[in-house]
């Protein structure tokens, strides 16, 4: 199943009383870079929760290969090759570094956990000086890759990632950029949700845009950097929302 699709389809989502996703489809494909763009508040961080099996879906389907994923927890989901990175680089504040990349290789054998937290310490080679301190006092950046490390550490098969840029240093951005457009050269699928939509496109293969709920656009990168007025619709209609 190393080429297996990750297919959303018709997927559906209510939060707080009222629809937030409206029949949403799309594809990823492995060793892939996509880009999911829209304003705050079109439905991008509920759709890669679902998928990542945070929230539960009202209908649709997301589907790994043949491997049905909606009304799996979380660490199944992970199991089957999807993690996610969530917004805000949440780390666990009141245990040290290693002790956070440990916890994320809880579901490998002791031999497979030690390896896949050096695997992931040589792709964040500045985390190996920090390992003993506690996660609370790293800064944005380094909490960035630490939320990263964990995912990698789950050896996924895709990778879902909800605003890699927010509060980060633009050098650190930059060096976050390369390390997924690497992690996608080496196989993984990955769905990047970015604020920076100038980033995400450099990055980006494929590209969704998100409008209150619906996709309005599903194509290539180089097609939406060539028609940025779709970009400039989506973003417009959500402010006339936000001021009506």
Do not use: W
């Not at 290969?65 to 996610?84: F, S, T």
């Not at 002790?99 to 809880?106: E, M, V, Y």
């Not at 964040?124 to 996660?135: G, I, K, N, S, T």
């Amino acid at each position: 199943m190393t080429d297996a699709k990750l297919v959303v389809k018709d997927l559906s989502v209510d939060r707080g009383g009222r629809e937030v996703l409206h029949s949403v489809s799309l594809e990823l494909h492995p060793g892939e870079l996509t880009a999911l763009l829209g304003a705050n508040g079109a439905g991008k961080s509920s759709l890669v929760t679902t998928m990542a099996g945070i929230l539960p879906a009202k209908s649709g389907t997301v589907m790994l290969g043949d491997v049905p994923l909606l009304g799996m927890p979380p660490e199944a989901v992970r199991r089957q090759g999807v993690a996610i990175v969530l917004e805000g680089h949440p780390v666990l504040n009141g245990i040290s570094v290693l002790d956070n990349l440990r916890a994320a290789a809880l579901m490998h054998s002791r031999k497979d956990a030690d390896a896949e937290v050096e695997a992931a310490l040589s792709v964040f080679p500045e985390l190996r000086e920090r390992l003993q301190l506690a996660a609370q006092n790293l800064s944005g950046g380094q909490k960035q890759m630490v939320v990263v490390a964990q995912a990698l550490i789950c050896r996924p098969r895709y990778l879902l990632i909800d605003e890699l840029s927010f509060g980060l240093a633009p050098a650190v951005v930059v060096r976050l950029g390369e390390t997924i457009k690497a992690i996608a050269a080496r196989g993984v699928g990955i769905l990047l949700i970015e604020q920076f939509t100038t980033l995400a496109l450099s990055l980006a293969k494929r590209a969704y845009v998100m409008e209150r709920g619906d996709l309005v656009f599903s194509g290539t990168a180089d097609e939406l950097r060539s028609n940025p007025e779709i970009l400039h619709g989506a973003y417009l209609a959500s402010g006339k929302r936000a001021a009506g």
